[in-house]
């Protein structure tokens, strides 16, 4: 996500504002919260990307989510959310 609002040239807070939302809430998102698929898709349209969800097979490189509020996603291979 954090490539996506770069890419799209928007700061925390301009993306916050394009979604309704504070710039707090998308520091949340990119520190490893899972938001909901209703805020995926909006921050898919205001970075101009393409929201796409998957899942693998059991043995695929991904098993496990990041828990909310944990660093774990650092250590994901990247991007653990498919070019949001």
């Known amino acids: 996500?954090?490539?996506a609002?770069?890419?799209a040239g928007l700061s925390?807070?301009?993306l916050a504002k394009?979604?309704?939302t504070k710039?707090?809430?998308i520091a949340r998102i990119e520190g490893g919260k899972l938001p909901s698929t209703a805020t995926l898709q909006r921050i898919?349209?205001?970075?101009?990307?393409?929201l796409r969800i998957a899942f693998g097979s059991a043995g695929a490189e991904r098993t496990?989510?990041?828990r909310f509020g944990?660093?774990?996603h650092k250590n994901l291979p990247r991007p653990w959310f498919d070019e949001i």
């Open 12 to 14: 925390q807070a301009a």
């Open 44 to 50: 898919a349209k205001a970075t101009g990307s393409r």
């Open 5 to 7: 609002r770069v890419r």
């Open 70 to 72: 944990s660093t774990q």
């Open 1 to 3: 996500m954090i490539e």
């Open 64 to 66: 496990a989510w990041p």
């Open 18 to 20: 394009k979604i309704g």
């Open 23 to 25: 710039q707090p809430a």
